[in-house]
């Protein structure tokens, strides 16, 4: 009769003090507002050259029923709700508006001759406009990215301070960056949510496939590839992605994310890998200007990325960091590049 008692008590004590699984729900995800803050560069790697450095800072709206309840000039409305791919009315829709600046440079920045074999140097400051329409399994992003390339982007100042603040010697072959030119680029990205194996709470893996094109005068190709992500407390959203056009992913897609968890819990840990290849018909910052005689190299018509990081979530903060592997750009690139990628999200 005892051994009963005690076994009837065990399991009224593992019934009681075991973590119930979350209901699915969505009231905190829908009023949630995301900032993301990316960094990549390659001094990880005691390199400075090629694509040296990267931010952005995106802001990614609440969840909207219909574009219209934030975006308020009639006619901009008129135009956004006739696109296709992204008004599926039984979808989610989200606003996101970024402001960020890229930096390329040739290998060697002591010469202060025209390097005639290796990248031209540029820089690309932009804004961007991102439209989003998603359910719990694919989402679509329509960005639009104005700003300019050349003198005018500011790179060189922004660099040539960095590197004064550092102690670096600055890059000496500037003058030979490409000419100011205005930039108008439109991008399209699907993502999907397969294999996924998720709780709401505990052990995670899903797979995020995605598949993009891109056209305008800065960018023209296509991209293909996915990401896998595997972990406790894994976020609910679609991923972590370098900074390019579509990389907004981090808002989460309901309350079952880890940082809408009881206080204590809001604690995750994973790891992912990825890979995004490029079919590139124009690339500026290699073909060099659209309308003018400038710096070029022969580019390379098919470029990949192989990424693999750690990501973890603490509260509302979610911190990733990738680890890239580029292969090479233009035909006379001496070798592949690696550089560092951090993003940092937070959800309030």
């Known amino acids: 009769m005892k051994r009963r008692s005690w076994f009837v008590m065990a399991l009224i004590s593992l019934f009681l003090f075991m973590p119930l699984p979350s209901i699915a729900g969505d009231e905190k995800a829908r009023e949630a507002n995301t900032l993301t803050f990316y960094l990549?560069?390659?001094?990880?790697?005691?390199?400075?050259r090629y694509y040296t450095n990267g931010i952005k800072v995106s802001w990614i709206s609440r969840d909207l029923s219909k574009y219209r309840d934030l975006v308020t000039s009639p006619l901009l409305r008129r135009i956004i709700e006739r696109l296709p791919l992204i008004n599926a009315p039984e979808n989610q829709h989200t606003v996101s508006v970024s402001f960020g600046q890229s930096m390329y440079t040739p290998e060697d920045?002591?010469?202060?001759?025209?390097?005639?074999?290796?990248?031209?140097?540029?820089?690309?400051?932009?804004?961007?406009?991102?439209?989003?329409?998603?359910?719990?399994?694919?989402?679509d992003t329509l960005e639009l990215d104005v700003g300019i390339i050349g003198p005018h982007s500011y790179a060189e100042d922004c660099q040539g301070e960095f590197h004064k603040w550092i102690g670096v010697n600055v890059a000496n072959g500037w003058e030979h960056q490409l000419?100011?030119?205005?930039?108008?680029?439109?991008?399209?990205?699907?993502?999907?949510?397969?294999?996924?194996v998720r709780s709401s709470e505990g052990f995670g893996f899903d797979c995020i496939p995605h598949v993009g094109l891109?056209?305008?005068?800065?960018?023209?190709?296509?991209?293909?590839?996915?990401?896998?992500?595997?972990?406790?407390?894994?976020?609910?959203?679609?991923?972590?992605?370098?900074?390019?056009?579509?990389?907004?992913?981090?808002?989460?897609?309901?309350?079952?994310?880890?940082?809408?968890?009881?206080?204590?819990?809001?604690?995750?840990?994973?790891?992912?890998?990825?890979?995004?290849?490029k079919a590139v018909a124009r690339d500026i910052l290699l073909d060099g200007n659209t309308f003018r005689d400038s710096h070029s190299v022969d580019k390379e018509?098919?470029?990949?990325?192989?990424?693999g990081g750690v990501g973890v979530i603490i509260h509302r903060v979610k911190i990733t960091y990738s680890h890239v592997y580029r292969t090479k750009e233009f035909e006379t690139q001496k070798d592949e590049q690696h550089f560092g990628a951090i993003a940092a999200s937070f959800t309030f």
């Open 179 to 196: 000419n100011d030119e205005p930039i108008v680029n439109l991008y399209y990205e699907r993502k999907w949510k397969t294999l996924q």
């Open 40 to 48: 990549e560069n390659d001094v990880l790697f005691n390199t400075d």
């Open 109 to 139: 920045k002591e010469r202060t001759d025209l390097i005639t074999d290796d990248r031209p140097y540029a820089g690309f400051t932009y804004l961007g406009l991102g439209l989003h329409s998603r359910n719990t399994k694919q989402m």
């Open 214 to 277: 891109a056209l305008g005068n800065a960018y023209t190709g296509a991209n293909l590839g996915g990401q896998v992500r595997f972990g406790w407390n894994i976020p609910n959203d679609f991923g972590t992605f370098l900074i390019r056009p579509g990389s907004d992913s981090s808002f989460p897609l309901d309350d079952t994310d880890p940082r809408f968890f009881s206080l204590f819990r809001r604690i995750g840990v994973h790891l992912f890998f990825g890979v995004d290849g």
């Open 301 to 307: 018509p098919f470029v990949a990325d192989f990424i």
